[in-house]
């Protein structure tokens, strides 16, 4: 079993044995039926099992996915258009954080411990929704990542992204 540890002081940001804080959640989405409107939501529940509860269909590896909204709206310039960012179908959106620095890493997303597996790879689904998109979400990760479920947890808005650090 992990432990989760606190973060409150500057001190124990820099602890080796703590964790980092390096981002912040600013909604959250879920994709009820396959091809459907995605449905903005107040909180998120995660599980091993079942990924996203509500969401429709996940993989054993890809059960959660982070959009950061920088990279959204960097995405969005370049094709000179604004979207809204569910237009990407992603669960979670972040910001100030370095999504793909946590590749094969573990983080705590709210109250979950997630590990990203990787760079969400754009779709056609992104030229429906704008002819261009598909092609501006492959530049620098704008797509975002994906990630499993190591430990069940609840996600909400201002919910903090956090790095586990060890000394090991």
Not at 30 to 43: D, I, N, Y
Not at 52 to 71: F, M, P, W, Y
Not at 125 to 140: C, E, I, P, S, Y
């Amino acid at each position: 079993m992990t432990t989760r540890m606190q973060v409150t002081s500057a001190f124990e940001l820099n602890d080796p044995r703590g964790v980092w804080v390096q981002g912040t959640v600013l909604a959250l989405a879920l994709r009820p039926e396959k091809g459907g409107a995605m449905a903005l939501a107040e909180s998120i529940s995660l599980t091993p099992e079942n990924g996203v509860i509500g969401d429709h269909g996940t993989s054993k590896n890809r059960q959660v996915t982070l959009l950061d909204e920088a990279n959204w709206i960097a995405a969005c310039e370049e094709i000179s258009t604004q979207l809204p960012w569910t237009a990407r179908r992603a669960n979670i959106l972040v910001q100030g954080i370095d999504l793909p620095k946590l590749v094969e890493q573990r983080v705590w997303v709210g109250t979950a411990l997630v590990e990203v597996i990787g760079e969400v790879d754009p779709c056609y689904v992104m030229d429906a929704a704008q002819n261009g998109l598909k092609d501006a979400l492959k530049t620098d990760w704008r797509g975002g990542v994906y990630a499993r479920v190591i430990e069940s947890g609840v996600v909400a808005p201002d919910d903090k992204i956090s790095q586990i650090h060890s000394s090991q």
